[in-house]
């Protein structure tokens, strides 16, 4: 018989999607870590091609290795089990316990996730075994209850592991009662009862509007109010990890830097992550340039970001007809920068022969690099750090890929002196002029030496904040936030503090 888990432990699960479960969970890290406490986030399934390389070299969700982070530990694998990486409107790659374990269609995976849960029962423990508290985070609703069966993400797991349960709802999106109250209405007595009280969130205004709210919220659910929380706007310095926050990514790059970055948005837009430091450093504007918009003619550099799907992503940009508006900005010396599957787009072909992305074959590349990608099984996970060969400034990063590439550009490499991978230093290409570039390493941009020494490069002022000190100070503003405006205190009982 299992041994009952008696960690103190809480889960945050949300009302419906992107209310903010991930941002909580990452500030509640930080404030119970500041209290001297062993911290473990945990999101026993999550969905996202923004990923992250764990201490132990495997594969989680981007916003578990930054509730880590908050938590002032490394990330590992067991912090995220289960990790859905969407390659196509049908299917996903499997990631488990920070491996690779298959691709499948949503239909076969709903048949086979109930199998997986030994394995994160198996993740959690080791997470215990190290803890003060453990704060997971659910994924999507509860309110889903057509998924409920084999459930991993939400009620599933929160009855497996005996944990109980804090619901939020996003009061930004209007309807915030009845999304509650109507979460209530359709889970189980069990479900219920294990919810032990409810936050709201995004409040914009005066938060005693709503008192009258939490009381209709409490009298229908016989759920706590937990708190009322304030709109907190600098989230958006924080990574992200959800596609849909690209639009807040926009909204940030506004800034009236003189270098003019253009992203064209891909459909399997992988570690999008890369454009934070861009879009928060004003001698940068950046540009998310949408399908079926071109290119700005004024673009300073064309950032191609990391793709799930390289071959697919890159019939998608010629269908935009992106890739002509590229010849044209090369033809007038613009910059273009691509990474990991960007990276690999900008060769001369793309092979795959064993039909790892879908058909077996090869298709043609942009042309813009001398090199060619041939996609393989084994995978690339790895923190790595070097030299930007035309700056000689210092980076550091991490890599997730498959595959590998070669031709006479990756003589003139864009990085050299690599640390991180047994026997190989160099990493990427660059074209005979220096105006096209590319590499696997993910996180170049977060470097505040290379942001600078390319901005000076370019004949621009150098960057002028330092971006990792920037996330921490983040963190703990929404630390105090959650302190100022939620019942911690609460919440440390309901997890058995």
């Known amino acids: 018989m299992t041994a009952k888990i008696t960690v103190p432990k809480i889960m945050i699960q949300g009302a419906g999607s992107n209310v903010g479960k991930s941002v909580l969970v990452a500030g509640l890290c930080r404030y119970f870590a500041s209290q001297g406490l062993a911290v473990m986030p945990f999101k026993p399934q999550n969905m996202s091609n923004n990923a992250a390389v764990t201490a132990d070299q495997g594969e989680i969700g981007r916003a578990q290795a930054l509730q880590a982070r908050a938590a002032k530990t490394d990330a590992l694998s067991d912090m995220n089990p289960v990790l859905l990486k969407p390659e196509t409107d049908t299917g996903a790659q499997i990631i488990v316990q920070g491996e690779r374990y298959g691709t499948m269609r949503a239909a076969e ?21 190290k803890a003060d508290l453990i704060i997971v985070e659910g994924a999507g609703s509860p309110a889903e209850v ?61 938060t005693r ?106 019939q998608f940009l010629r269908e935009q007809g992106w890739d002509k508006d590229l010849m044209t900005l090369r033809r007038h010396g613009k910059a273009v920068i691509g990474l990991c599957g960007g990276y690999q787009m900008l060769g001369k072909g793309i092979h795959d022969p064993n039909g790892i992305e879908g058909i077996a074959g090869s298709v043609d590349g942009l042309g813009l ?33 498959l595959g590998h590439t070669t031709g006479s550009d990756t003589t003139t490499p864009m990085i050299r002196d690599i640390k991180g991978r047994q026997g190989i230093t160099t990493d990427g290409a ?68």
Request: aromatic share 6%; hydrophobic share 40%.
């Open 209 to 314: 509007l709503f008192a009258d709210g939490m009381d209709i919220i409490a009298a229908r659910t016989g759920w706590q109010g937990l708190g009322i929380l304030p709109w907190f706007g600098a989230a958006s310095r924080l990574p992200a990890e959800d596609i849909l926050d690209l639009e807040s990514k926009a909204s940030l790059s506004a800034n009236p830097g003189t270098c003019h970055v253009a992203v064209p948005v891909i459909r399997r837009i992988a570690n999008f992550d890369d454009l934070d430091p861009l879009s928060q450093d004003p001698g940068f504007r950046v540009t998310l340039v949408k399908p079926g918009e071109p290119l700005p003619l004024d673009t300073d550099l064309v950032l191609l970001p990391g793709s799930k799907s390289t071959i697919a992503d890159l």
């Open 146 to 206: 057509n998924l409920r069966q084999g459930d991993l993400a939400n009620m599933g797991f929160a009855e497996a592991a005996d944990v109980p349960v804090i619901l939020v709802g996003d009061i930004d999106r209007g309807g915030v009662i009845a999304s509650l109250v109507g979460t209530h209405a359709v889970l189980e007595p069990s479900e219920k009862q294990r919810i032990k009280g409810f936050l709201i969130n995004k409040f914009r205004g005066d």
């Open 109 to 129: 995976y709903g048949t086979h996730k109930a199998s997986l849960m030994p394995k994160v029962m198996e993740s959690f423990r080791r997470l215990e075994a």
């Open 369 to 401: 690099l001398d090199i060619e990608t041939t996609l393989t099984d084994e995978k690339t996970l790895t923190h790595t750090s070097g030299i930007e060969s035309q700056t000689g400034a210092a980076i550091a990063g991490y890599e997730i890929h």
């Open 430 to 497: 660059t074209s005979p002029d220096g105006q096209v570039a590319g590499c696997y390493i993910h996180g170049l941009f977060a470097s505040d030496t290379f942001r600078s020494a390319w901005l000076q490069r370019q004949g621009r002022s150098a960057s002028q904040i330092i971006f990792e000190d920037q996330i921490d100070q983040t963190l703990d503003q929404l630390a105090d936030h959650l302190a100022q405006h939620a019942d911690l205190e609460a919440i440390a009982r309901i997890a058995g503090l």
